[in-house]
């Protein structure tokens, strides 16, 4: 199983960036899917997570409002819509899948990780 997370980039406080995390394998079975983040000098932090058998979301109460996930079953994507950046958004984002049927906060939860993409939202 692979997931591979694309999307991020430069952007202007209170702009807009969208990533996308793309599972691939022939075996992949997945439940549950979130994203994490991981600023320089922090642990990972959960930012959301979305469940693969229906569209129930969840989120950190820091991104709440402003972030959107989304999956697509067809393609086996998970995407994350981001507006009204704020600098302290700024870190490298992780796409995770976990087999089991639920939306864990913890990153140790999760199975399977992508390569992560940076986020930089200047000020």
């Known amino acids: 199983v692979q997931l591979q997370a694309s999307g991020g980039g430069l952007v202007q406080t209170g702009g807009s960036l969208r990533l996308s995390c793309a599972a691939s394998g022939r075996s992949f079975i997945s439940k549950g899917m979130a994203w994490f983040r991981q600023a320089p000098g922090k642990e990972r932090e959960f930012v959301g997570g979305?469940?693969?058998?229906?569209?129930?979301?969840k989120y950190a109460d820091s991104v709440k409002g402003r972030f959107t996930i989304s999956r697509d079953d067809a393609k086996n994507t998970m995407s994350l819509q981001m507006n009204s950046l704020r600098p302290e958004d700024t870190a490298v984002y992780y796409c995770a899948a976990t087999r089991v049927l639920s939306i864990p906060l913890l990153a140790s939860a999760y199975d399977y990780w992508g390569q992560g993409t940076q986020v930089t939202v200047s000020s």
């Open positions: 979305i469940l693969w058998s229906s569209h129930t979301a």
